[in-house]
Each structure stands twice: as C-alpha cells, then as structure tokens.
C-alpha cells in the first residue's frame, strides 16, 4: 500500500521508507500485498499466500505496517507536541511509559512524540539487523523472530491508540479519517489472523476492534 503523499515532512520525526528485504521473496511479497489490498478486501490480503514462508510474510508486513504508521504519525508533528501531549496516553486510563531494554531498561515516563521518536529509532533498529530482518535470500530468521514481531506490532498498537485518543478530530480536520482506519482495519486483521497482540493490550480501542473482527 503506498502511503506517501500525506502531510508535511519533519525530518526529526519521519523515516524514509523502509523497503522489504530484497535478497529474500520481500519484493515478490509487497507486490502480493498491493495487488491484493487494490481489491479492497482486507480479510483476504493478510491471509498468508500458499505456499509462502509465514515468517517471510511477517517480515514483510511488519516492514509495511511501520511505514504506515510513520506517515500517519508524521502528518499529527506539529500538534503532537510536548505541551499538549506530555505523556504517552491512549484515553483517561491507559500510559505507556519508553523501555528498550538495552538503553533503556527501566520504562520511563515521556511525552506522546518522544515515545514514538524512541519507538521509530528502536524498530528501525529491529529492522536494520540482519540477523532479526535478514536481507540475504534463504538467510535463517531467528528463532525468536515472532516475539521480535509481537512487540513492534504491540508497540506500533499503541501509536494507533494515542492517535485515535487524542487526535482523530484533527485527523477529521486534515480530511484523512477514512484513510487512518483504512490503515487500521488493515493492521487489526492481520495481528488477528496471526495472533500477534494480546487481547488485553487492544482495550485501549477495544469496540473498534471488535467492530473490525466481527463485521
């Protein structure tokens, strides 16, 4: 799904687009993906395609799962800020406080747009490892490679939810609604088919979801 276009570039908080591993089936996959989400049935375009490796489809969706939520975040810069977003919220009763494990290990308390600055670099990081995404046609995926998924599409969850929270008037404003739950229905129903997110994690938006899932 191409999704460039939409919003002003910030250079701090937009990527350039991350592309599919090349040296495995990434390219042949992303084109699946496009020719299939161009039908406009979503159930049918996360449904692994026969005969293809299922880590090889996470890769790829993964890959293009952040480059959604990137653009969707990058058009939200100038009112997602540090005065009006001082901490990573999705609703009255739900904060996410920034852990990576590495340098940060103990989760702290940051604004909604530095959560997902650290969350963005953190993915990019995932994905620029070769040992976790690996780039070389028939290159082993890790064994922990689904738990690797599990917590960028759990993360990136979270993003959605504080956009959704805190944001979706503006979104309404700026005419891109349709859009923004285009791209979540897309993303629910392919962390459904695989089981990617736990339920609990999903309260945030828990009747949208639901609505996506039964409709």
Same mark, same amino acid.
């Given at each position: 799904?191409?999704?460039?276009?939409?919003?002003?570039? %910030?250079?701090?908080?937009?990527?350039?687009?991350?592309?599919?591993?090349?040296?495995?089936?990434?390219?042949?996959?992303?084109?699946?993906?496009?020719?299939?989400?161009?039908?406009? %049935?979503?159930?049918?375009?996360?449904?692994?395609?026969?005969?293809?490796?299922? *880590?090889?489809?996470?890769?790829? *969706?993964?890959?293009?799962?952040?480059?959604?939520?990137?653009?969707?975040?990058?058009?939200?810069?100038?009112?997602?800020?540090? *005065? %009006?977003?001082?901490?990573?919220?999705?609703?009255?009763?739900?904060?996410?406080?920034?852990?990576?494990?590495?340098?940060?290990?103990?989760?702290?308390? #940051?604004?909604?747009?530095?959560? #997902?600055?650290?969350?963005?670099?953190?993915?990019?990081?995932?994905?620029?490892?070769?040992?976790?995404?690996?780039?070389?046609?028939?290159?082993?995926?890790?064994? %922990?490679?689904?738990?690797? #998924?599990?917590?960028?599409?759990?993360?990136?969850?979270?993003?959605?939810?504080?956009?959704?929270?805190?944001?979706?008037?503006?979104? #309404?404003?700026?005419?891109?609604?349709?859009?923004?739950?285009?791209?979540?229905?897309?993303?629910?129903?392919?962390?459904?088919?695989?089981?990617?997110?736990?339920?609990?994690?999903?309260?945030?938006?828990?009747?949208?979801?639901?609505?996506?899932?039964?409709?």
């Amino acid at each position: 799904m191409s999704l460039f276009g939409l919003g002003i570039r %910030n250079q701090k908080t937009f990527r350039p687009k991350k592309s599919a591993p090349s040296g495995s089936k990434g390219a042949q996959l992303q084109k699946h993906i496009d020719a299939t989400l161009g039908s406009g %049935n979503l159930r049918d375009a996360v449904k692994l395609p026969p005969g293809e490796d299922i *880590n090889e489809w996470l890769a790829v *969706n993964t890959v293009d799962f952040f480059n959604q939520v990137n653009i969707l975040f990058g058009t939200l810069t100038e009112f997602c800020t540090t *005065n %009006n977003c001082p901490t990573m919220t999705a609703g009255p009763k739900y904060e996410y406080r920034w852990a990576d494990g590495v340098t940060i290990k103990k989760p702290i308390e #940051v604004s909604a747009p530095k959560y #997902v600055e650290y969350l963005m670099d953190w993915i990019e990081s995932q994905l620029d490892d070769e040992t976790i995404f690996p780039q070389k046609l028939g290159a082993p995926f890790p064994a %922990n490679f689904r738990d690797v #998924v599990k917590t960028v599409l759990k993360r990136l969850f979270r993003v959605y939810a504080h956009i959704y929270h805190s944001h979706f008037q503006k979104i #309404v404003s700026l005419k891109e609604e349709a859009h923004l739950n285009t791209c979540f229905k897309h993303f629910v129903l392919f962390t459904w088919e695989f089981h990617l997110i736990d339920k609990a994690e999903l309260a945030p938006l828990q009747e949208l979801v639901e609505s996506i899932i039964q409709y």
